[in-house]
């Protein structure tokens, strides 16, 4: 975790200040997951980081999902490191073309991890 956060620094991502987080809460800390995910080096720790608690937490999903646009690149970078397949989920259902809500090959039954790039306590509801 250590080089993350040296990563996260050195790309600007990870910011102190006084900020107000999505649920309203109030932080001295951001960081701003989609300026990391542009820089290839730091997506790459952030794949690792997450396929070793995968590992460690037992967890063995059949696809990963990440939901646009945030999510997508942590997702791709989890799919590639760990060779799980992905899926894009759309915020909604386009009227065009397959229309489509999920990309990718989710099939009944399917264990799904899904990614998100925008916490606030890491709790569990």
């Known amino acids: 975790m250590a080089d993350i956060k040296k990563a996260l620094e050195e790309c600007g991502a990870l910011q102190f200040g006084d900020f107000t987080l999505a649920s309203g809460a109030k932080s001295n800390y951001y960081i ?29 999903p ?12 942590l997702a791709t970078a989890l799919s590639l490191k760990t060779g799980i397949n992905l899926l894009m989920v759309r915020k909604e259902r386009k009227d065009h073309g397959t229309g489509k809500l999920v990309e990718g090959d989710l099939k009944e039954g399917d264990r799904v991890l899904v990614i998100e790039d925008v916490i606030t306590t890491a709790a569990r509801p």
């Open 62 to 73: 059949d696809e990963v999902a990440g939901v646009v646009l945030g999510s997508i690149p």
């Open 32 to 60: 701003d997951i989609k300026k990391a995910s542009t820089k290839p080096a730091v997506l790459a720790l952030i794949a690792d980081e997450m396929a070793a608690r995968m590992k460690e937490l037992g967890i063995e």
